[in-house]
T-cell receptor, first 113, second 115 residues
């Protein structure tokens, strides 16, 4: 069965610095990978996805993610963090033969000014 | 695109009572999902529909839980004889399924508190 691990409960970064939120996955076959963001008392918002092709995927709000098949990782990145990026971030995987998303436990991102 | 709408936003109920939540998906979306999220955890899959057919149910969905999607439009999730362990955020999502790369669009959730 597919699974996702987000090894950091929280990531702290200063505004203007680059940020990375880590994700590793386990799935049989080729993975379909997603990142979502959740603000307090809100649903999840889609940021970006990797299906195939270029290992660097660009998404919403200046975020990007790097797919690494040998390390089974899909880390979320942003070159310059904003205070407004502070939120809860979820990595998710969907088996191409399955029909649902399996989410990680989430990582809290705190960006301080 | 008015987004996925869930009602109510908050529900407080006493243990043993029945509750029903409603989800209105994005109008052209053929798939509808229910997830449950507890504090400090990622969303856990409960069930999903393609049009009006319920195609998969999680083992998390006990006999006290039932979901419907009549006519393939809105969906309801009912919990009978609620327990304190049912307290969680219940999230609905929809997608226009054209392959496994279709992202899910989530509503803002219904927060259930069982006292």
């Amino acid at each position: 069965a597919q699974s996702v691990a987000q090894p950091e409960d929280q990531v702290n970064v200063a505004e203007g610095n680059p940020l990375t939120v880590k994700c590793t996955y386990s799935v049989s076959g080729n993975p379909y990978l997603f990142w979502y963001v959740q603000y307090p008392n809100r649903g999840l918002q889609f940021l970006l996805k990797y299906i195939t092709g270029d290992n660097l995927v660009k998404g919403s709000y200046g975020f990007e993610a790097e797919f690494n098949k040998s390390q089974t990782s899909f880390h979320l990145k942003k070159p310059s963090a904003l205070v407004s990026d502070s939120a809860l971030y979820f990595c998710a995987v969907r088996d191409p033969y399955g029909n649902k998303l399996v989410f990680g436990a989430g990582t809290i991102l705190r960006v301080k000014s | 695109d008015t987004g996925v709408s869930q009602d109510p936003r908050h529900k407080i109920t006493k243990r043993g009572q029945n509750v029903t939540f409603r989800c209105d998906p994005i109008s052209e979306h053929n798939r509808l999902y229910w997830y449950r999220q507890t504090l400090g955890q990622g969303p856990e899959f409960l069930t999903y529909f393609q049009n009006e057919a319920q195609l998969e149910k999680s083992r998390l969905l006990s006999d006290r839980f039932s979901a419907e999607r009549p006519k393939g439009s809105f969906s309801t999730l009912e919990i009978q004889r609620t327990e304190q362990g049912d307290s969680a955020m219940y999230l609905c999502a929809s997608s226009l399924y054209s392959g496994s790369d279709s992202p899910l669009h989530f509503g803002n959730g219904t927060r259930l508190t069982v006292t």
